[in-house]
């Protein structure tokens, strides 16, 4: 049967306090019952003392059988302050006085009193009571002398009252306290469960694809909790805007090459296409061909990357060098928009650790996209500087520029800026996710800039840097 935490919790306080309510209760009945036991006792010592100054002076200093009727009274009142049944006896163990019908005390119990012995105990008094009372024999003595002996008996009921007495007391408290316990239980409870039924609510909904889903968050350990929730939600939602993305823009970028490469070929063969004008459409779907096999093999390439296996291959190499290579194999690009390149190494060779292959091809992409966007007729400004024990190396071009909402997305897979940057519309966007995912692996950093070529110019100076470690 399913048990919830909270009933769990409810219960199991509850038990905790009944078990340390019962344990307390039967503590303190133990300690009461002693401590009315020798309060009885204290109470019995105390009127001994008076009884023996009144026996005393009566009896002894000032004998007068008028007295006798005085001292009755007096030791009535005294019995009815003890709650306790009083019996005086001589030095004989002969009874004096008495407030109750009795004519003779044990003779052990003389025998003790009379010897100058304090007693305590519990007994029937020589069979006087059915039942046992509480027995507190005290002696009279005079001038050093013992004279006689005060014996109190107190029923054990008339102590049982007042023990139940105590009971009742202890017993209002406990219920008093078991009802405030189970209320602040039922609070408590319910402060940590509800939290914890919000989360399982909202684990249910990320699982069925609602990933919108947040916990309030609170200070504690439940308030982490949630918090360590709405980052997995937070994680999953960017996962699942990512996947969405990626499906649409890949289905995107795939169906417009294939789209003109099925149109231009199926042209071909039904003959719409006039046969001096094959090779002029066969090359736009061999162009096309070959941005469809790029975009492939960008994908799988990032896909390895993403992946854990995927190591780099870690060697020393001349970055100016691997620099000088990328310029002179996009020299026809550079080229055809009339381009002057102004490479500035300082040194002239700096030896960097880094995996080669990867390093060129995030020089090739930034290159590439400088040149891609850069006006006719300016300068491609690459250098290379060491910067606080790193190689810092940056492509900077002029042209339309980056604004800063575009900066946000900029290294994000198939993202493009403005189309109207430039007459290339062939790119898939995934250049600069390439290449920031390979820095990354590199642990090192890459970013952009973007700042006004001259005062009031249209023109913008685009900067990329990324940095590698030295060798």
């Given amino acids: 049967m399913f048990k919830s935490v909270f009933t769990r919790l409810f219960w199991n306080n509850i038990m905790m306090v009944l078990i340390a309510l019962l344990t307390l209760l039967a503590t303190l009945i133990f300690l009461v019952n002693d401590y009315i036991t020798d309060s009885q006792y204290e109470t019995d010592m105390e009127v001994a003392e008076n009884i ?103 029923q054990i009921p008339n102590i049982r009252e007042r023990l139940y007495d105590y009971i009742f007391m202890m017993l209002m408290a406990s219920l008093l306290a078991v009802i405030v316990g189970c209320t602040v239980t039922y609070v408590i409870g319910r402060r940590i469960t509800n939290p914890i039924k919000e989360i399982n609510r909202g684990v249910l909904q990320i699982a069925s694809g609602n990933f919108k889903k947040r916990i309030p968050v609170t200070k504690d350990e439940i308030g982490q909790l949630a918090s360590s929730f709405n980052y997995m939600a937070d994680s999953l939602e960017r996962l699942d805007d990512m996947r969405s993305g990626f499906i649409s823009d890949v289905s995107h970028e795939l169906r417009t090459p294939m789209t003109s490469i099925s149109g231009f070929v199926g042209g071909i063969l039904d003959g719409t296409v006039p046969p001096e004008k094959e090779r002029e459409y066969l090359q736009i779907v061999y162009d096309e061909s070959k941005r469809l096999v790029k975009l492939t093999n960008d994908m799988l390439e990032m896909t390895k990357m993403q992946s854990s296996g995927y190591k780099l291959d870690i060697t020393e190499f001349d970055i100016n060098e691997l620099i000088r290579t990328c310029i002179i194999q996009l020299g026809n690009k550079i080229d055809d928009k009339n381009l002057e390149p102004e490479v500035i190494f300082k040194p002239e060779k700096i030896n960097v650790l880094a995996d080669k292959d990867a390093i060129k091809r995030v020089v090739i992409n930034i290159i590439d996209n400088a040149i891609k966007f850069s006006y006719e007729n300016t300068k491609v400004i690459i250098k290379t500087q060491i910067e606080n024990k790193r190689v810092a190396v940056s492509v900077g071009n002029f042209g339309i520029g ?47 800039e973007c700042i006004d070529a001259k005062e009031g110019s249209d023109v913008k100076f685009t900067k990329f840097t990324f940095t590698l470690p030295l060798a």
């Fill in 52 to 154: 023996q100054y009144l026996t005393v002076y009566l009896q002894i200093e000032n004998p007068d059988y008028r007295n006798y009727p005085i001292y009755n009274r007096m030791l009535t009142q005294y019995a009815d302050y003890a709650e306790s049944d009083i019996t005086v006896v001589n030095s004989d163990g002969e009874v004096y006085a008495s407030t109750i019908d009795t004519q003779q005390v044990p003779k052990d119990f003389n025998a003790k009193v009379l010897s100058g012995e304090t007693i305590k105990l519990h007994s029937n008094f020589g069979g006087i009571y059915e039942k046992k009372v509480f027995t507190v024999g005290v002696p009279i003595s005079y001038r050093n002398s013992i004279v006689g002996g005060i014996y109190f008996c107190t």
């Fill in 402 to 448: 980056i604004s800063e909402d575009e900066m946000k997305n900029l290294f994000d897979r198939f993202y493009k800026t403005d189309k109207s940057r430039s007459k290339d519309k062939k790119g898939a966007g995934l250049g600069l996710s390439l290449a920031k995912n390979i820095i990354n692996l590199h642990k090192q950093k890459i970013w952009a």
